[in-house]
């Protein structure tokens, strides 16, 4: 695609339309001169010449084409300037008198004191006639003030989304940033906190100053580290979004708050071993509001299971949420379709399965099974 047109180019452009516009005038005003006065003469080459000036004079120009007009038969010239006048005023009653001057100058013999009572009825209706006419060049400078302002507010709005989808990578990075003040919240000061308890357990009970000193110095490398944490933590929340983003992640506790307000009538059964790892207990517990979101979008009227479930050997535990036909139409609601993809995601860092479908008697179901050591 060709780039924009340099400044001089358009300049050029211009001063050679002008030129061609100037002798088409002239010509058309010789045709009408031969064997007139000089003053009808004189009043041509006024009109003509001052075609030169109608970019920024418009409207004197316009008036200076309507002596030769009103003299001669010249349509050119004045249609030149009436067609710069209305594509750059805005004043349409300004224009509306432009073009009756102009039937007027058109319509109306020369001299004035020749019209017969025969000619007044066609100069009647030869000034409608050239008033019909002269809405032509106004319309059609109208129509391009129009198309130069739509172009221009075309640009406006793709600079202003160009600025909205600057705002929304910015979001998003900011949303970004706060998902990792979380996770670091949820995660690595839980881990970070527990190794300094376990050290300083470990300082007490030791009996060889060697030890005592390196469980000493775990404890203090733990301490400096959630400080160091604490901070980065600081910094994300101030560039990541409000503090209520920041909260801390639900775990399996909160799991007979979320399903006493869930708003379905729901049944929770089953349990999991006490000592899986929060990001297991986050895993579980967002599958399970993500499964009852689904039910009360998309299955309006169902009952819905909760059932937790762990193998005997603690090798393996998961969540099934399975809930029943609905019993009336659901609305369509806005929606991601983006749920279930994430939950599949999170169950795959944890080395596990996420399964969806329908069920036989018209319900649903999404398992979770996480494998492995229950401690991830």
């Known amino acids: 695609m060709a780039g924009p047109r340099p400044a001089w180019w358009a300049r050029v452009l211009d001063r050679a339309v002008d030129g061609v516009v100037v002798v088409v005038a002239a010509v058309d005003a010789l045709i009408s001169l031969f064997g007139q006065p000089a ?59 432009c073009a009756l001057l102009f039937a007027l100058s058109s319509a109306v013999p020369w001299p004035l004191d020749s019209l017969s009572s025969h ?57 970004e940033r706060a998902q990792l003040a979380r996770e670091m919240h949820d995660v690595v000061s839980h881990q970070v906190s527990l190794i300094a308890v376990q050290a300083g357990a470990l300082q007490v009970a030791a009996r060889e100053p060697e030890f005592r000193e390196g469980a000493r110095t775990i404890r203090t490398l733990s301490v400096d580290t959630l400080d160091e944490l604490r901070h980065m933590v600081t910094l994300l929340r101030a560039s990541g979004g409000s503090t209520t983003e920041l909260t801390p992640q639900p775990t399996l506790a909160d799991l007979h708050k979320l399903v006493a307000t869930s708003g379905i009538e729901t049944e929770l059964t089953g349990e999991l071993p006490p000592d899986i790892g929060t990001p297991a207990q986050r895993t579980v517990y967002r599958t399970v509001q993500e499964a009852l979101t689904n039910v009360r979008k998309h299955a309006p009227g169902a009952r819905a299971t909760v059932r937790l479930w762990h193998a005997d050997d603690a090798t393996e535990f998961g969540v099934t949420v399975t809930n029943t036909s609905p019993t009336r139409p659901s609305l369509p609601l806005p929606g991601s379709s983006q749920g279930l993809v994430g939950l599949r995601e999170r169950a795959e860092l944890l080395h596990g399965t996420l399964r969806s479908g329908p069920t036989p008697d018209g319900g649903y179901e999404v398992g979770l099974r996480i494998p492995g050591d229950p401690t991830q």
């Open 119 to 175: 000619e007044r009825a066609w100069t009647f209706v030869y000034f409608f006639y050239t008033l019909a006419t002269a809405a032509a060049p106004v319309l059609l400078g109208q129509l391009l003030q129009a198309r130069r302002d739509l172009s221009r507010q075309l640009v406006e709005i793709e600079e202003a989304r160009e600025h909205e989808r600057l705002l929304h990578s910015q979001a998003v990075l900011a949303r």
């Open 39 to 97: 003053t009808w003469s004189a009043a041509a080459v006024l009109g003509c010449g001052a075609l030169v000036f109608r970019r920024r004079f418009p409207l004197a120009v316009f008036l200076l084409t309507l002596p030769a007009t009103l003299m001669l038969d010249l349509v050119f010239a004045p249609f030149a300037a009436l067609f710069t006048l209305a594509e750059r005023s805005r004043d349409r009653r300004l224009l509306a008198v």
